[in-house]
């Protein structure tokens, strides 16, 4: 099993900055890439980011590339989501996931509570 825990979260005005946090613990969860999806109220989940714990390049949607960075911290057993210059359209539940590392949500075996991001015009 694998737990994963987001935070950091929060209300932020249009071009403002978060950083997500997914805390990760449980057996074998460095085998795992990491996935950071979205889900807006009233539509799918959406892929934002992905990254392997054992480094090499990351995967982002076009919607967020060059706004949005994920990164890790071994010794922590953390990965972030540095979200720059928000838009109100990034208004979504954010969430961590650990599995195969597509696009695809289908591909994730575990995923965190999720936190809320409310950016306002």
Not at 31 to 60: C, D, H, N
Not at 70 to 88: E, H
């Amino acid at each position: 099993q694998v737990q994963l825990v987001e935070s950091g979260g929060g209300l932020v005005q249009a071009g403002g900055s978060l950083r997500l946090s997914c805390a990760a613990s449980g057996r074998s969860f460095s085998t795992y890439k990491v996935g950071w999806f979205r889900q807006a109220p009233g539509k799918e989940r959406e892929f934002v980011a992905a990254i392997r714990w054992s480094g090499g390049s990351s995967l982002y949607a076009d919607s967020v590339k060059g706004r949005f960075t994920t990164s890790r911290d071994n010794a922590k057993n953390t990965v972030y989501l540095q979200m720059n210059s928000l838009k109100p359209e990034d208004t979504a539940v954010y969430y961590c996931a650990a599995g195969g590392g597509s696009i695809y949500h289908t591909d994730y075996n575990y995923w965190g509570q999720g936190t809320q991001v409310t950016v306002s015009s």
